[in-house]
């Protein structure tokens, strides 16, 4: 694909521009994936750059801190051509917060305290070999804390130019409206997909209201909307499809026919089935920016060129059509 042809689109009032298709590099840490191939990960950031992807987005809890530090290689001698977008708020260096998961022998804790923050700031900044973050977000939010002081920390570290911009994630209405009686917030990170719409009556009406840009994640439904799936394919080690209802035998059979239902329109527009999932996302108007995970340059390379597949409006009725006939009922 041609990267001029990439959708491009502004990260509320930051001002920020960035691309339209983002790359998500939770996979690239291997934690809930069945691990991960390091140098294939900076290919592939690569080749999403060479595609006109700029939004790289990453966290911490990503295999605790491999994803950042796969980032920040790749990113060496090319920084100023990414936006990158990384978290905080799921913490194991203290056991403050609320206990959340374990990871690799870790007990992890959402924790959004001030303190935490500003450490989690300078963990990222060294593993990102960056001396700014562009997009900061609270990955998961924290009883605990209350949010005037999460954003205070926020905006310290924005005036001191630590951070570009603020956004939250796996949030709900009312606690967004919180952080912004407490100043702006450029970004909203949410689950949305062709099966994941939830937010569409939730979240957006609010987001709309106050430009508030939303990034909307697992745009393939964890690879589910990528492509038909072989029924023989085992998913093996901690791989988090392993034991996801949505990826049984049923479902793959119901996603099947869905697929060979658009078949035809995917052969008439000349793409994947992935691209045109993600392009379906693009589409909607729901969100600013659709991140697509990818572990090799294939993948990469594939999705960005979603970016510049324009839909019109007989072949989204045709896809809403196909979800109404085949998935109404998927788990």
């Not at 959708?7 to 590099?25: F, R, V």
């Not at 990170?189 to 957006?204: A, K, V, W």
């Not at 393939?220 to 392993?242: E, M, N, S």
Request: net charge negative; with cysteine.
């Amino acid at each position: 694909m041609n990267a001029a042809a990439m959708k491009k689109t502004t990260l509320g009032p930051s001002g920020i521009e960035c691309s339209a298709i983002g790359l998500g590099t939770w996979a690239m840490g291997g934690w809930m994936w069945g691990g991960a191939d390091e140098a294939a990960a900076v290919r592939a950031i690569q080749a999403s750059l060479d595609a006109g992807v700029t939004l790289v987005d990453t966290a911490p809890a990503y295999g605790l801190g491999r994803s950042e530090s796969i980032v920040g290689a790749a990113l060496k001698g090319r920084r100023h051509e990414a936006v990158i977008a990384t978290k905080c708020g799921l913490v194991w260096h203290t056991r403050e917060g609320t206990h959340f998961f374990e990871e690799d022998g870790h007990p992890v804790y959402r924790y959004l305290g001030r303190e935490s923050i500003v450490h989690e700031c300078e963990e990222s900044l060294r593993r990102l070999q960056t001396d700014h973050i562009d997009l900061y977000i609270t990955h998961w939010q924290d009883g605990t804390t209350p949010v005037a002081e999460t954003m205070d920390a926020l905006l310290a570290l924005k005036k001191q130019g630590k951070i570009r911009a603020i956004g939250v994630s796996n949030v709900n209405p009312e606690t967004l409206a919180e952080y912004l009686r407490h100043g702006p917030v450029d970004a909203a990170q949410e689950r949305y997909s062709l099966i994941d719409r939830e937010i569409e009556q939730t979240l957006l009406p609010l987001c709309a209201e106050h430009d508030v840009a939303v990034l909307g994640y697992s745009s393939l439904a964890l690879g589910l909307l990528a492509g038909p799936i072989d029924p023989a394919r085992q998913f093996t080690g901690d791989d988090q499809r392993a034991s996801n209802p949505r990826f049984s035998a049923g479902n793959r059979a119901r996603l099947a026919a869905f697929f060979e239902t658009l078949e035809p329109l995917r052969q008439q527009l000349g793409c994947s089935f992935g691209q045109l999932m993600i392009a379906w996302t693009l589409a909607r108007g729901s969100v600013s920016v659709a991140l697509c995970g990818a572990r090799v340059p294939q993948q990469a390379t594939e999705n960005a060129a979603a970016g510049a597949i324009a839909l019109h409006d007989e072949a989204l009725q045709r896809i809403d059509a196909a979800t109404a006939t085949h998935l109404h009922a998927l788990a």
